[in-house]
């Protein structure tokens, strides 16, 4: 059973980091493209950042360039989202998600329970 | 960045009613589009891809259509486990971008 759990969210002062991890499990980890979705409270849903099977391409949403990181460690079947200068504005709940191509295209067909990152003084 | 555009915002049907949820791209988008639905304090899961392919493990009352620019969801026969946000996706380029999603309620 394909299984992903995120940790690492709380309250963090504005300015401030925090680094987000995903575990995952019951598949090939090694072999999938990772991403992060974030949902501000009571809002949609936002693409934040994708990092390949094996980090070789990595995207990041413009809101969030320059401040956040994803990365994974294939060994460790994890990922991270590190975050820094956080802004009020980056307040939501983070989800990971396994980014598959079934047919045209590519989708979210796994989704964590999601982290909730608070960013307030 | 390519704007999805879902409507209604919200509707309320009755227990055994035909459902119709639309998604329009800024631009056309071929068939990469998926549809997700998430409960109330869920994480999204995984409907159609590919505008028209049933993800396993989902019931066959959910359907999709469309190619281009214009895209449907259809429940046939709503039922009470189906109170949820429903939201379409984009994958033709990236940043992948999501419609502002449709509230589904029972009248």
């Known amino acids: 059973e394909v299984q992903l759990v995120e940790s690492g969210g709380g309250l963090v002062k504005p300015g401030g980091s925090l680094r987000l991890s995903c575990a995952a499990s019951?598949?090939?980890?090694?072999?999938?493209?990772m991403d992060w979705v974030r949902q501000a409270p009571g809002k949609g849903l936002e693409w934040v950042s994708s990092?390949?099977?094996?980090?070789?391409?990595?995207y990041y949403a413009d809101s969030v360039k320059g401040r956040f990181t994803i990365s994974r460690d294939n060994a460790k079947n994890s990922l991270y989202l590190q975050m820094n200068s956080l802004r009020a504005e980056d307040t939501a709940v983070y989800y990971c998600?396994?980014?598959?191509?079934?047919?045209?295209?590519?989708?979210?067909?796994?989704w964590g329970q999601g982290t909730l990152v608070t960013v307030s003084s | 960045d390519i704007q999805m555009t879902q409507s209604p915002s919200s509707l309320s049907a009755s227990v055994g009613d035909r459902v119709t949820i639309t998604c329009r791209a800024s631009?056309?988008?071929?068939?990469?589009l998926n549809w997700y639905q998430q409960k109330p304090g869920k994480a999204p899961k995984l409907l159609i891809y590919?505008?028209?392919n049933l993800q396993t493990g989902v019931p066959s009352r959910f359907s999709g259509s469309g190619s281009g620019t214009d895209f449907t969801l259809t429940i046939n026969s709503l039922q009470p486990e189906d109170v949820a946000t429903y939201y379409c996706?984009?994958?033709?380029?990236?940043?992948?971008?999501f419609g502002q999603g449709t509230k589904v309620e029972i009248k």
């Open positions: 998600a396994r980014e598959n191509g079934q047919a045209a295209g590519t989708e979210f067909d796994y």
């Open positions: 019951g598949f090939t980890f090694s072999s999938y493209t």
């Open positions: 990092i390949t099977s094996s980090s070789s391409y990595i």
């Open positions: 631009q056309s988008i071929s068939n990469y």
């Open positions: 590919a505008a028209s």
């Open positions: 996706q984009q994958s033709y380029s990236s940043p992948p971008t």
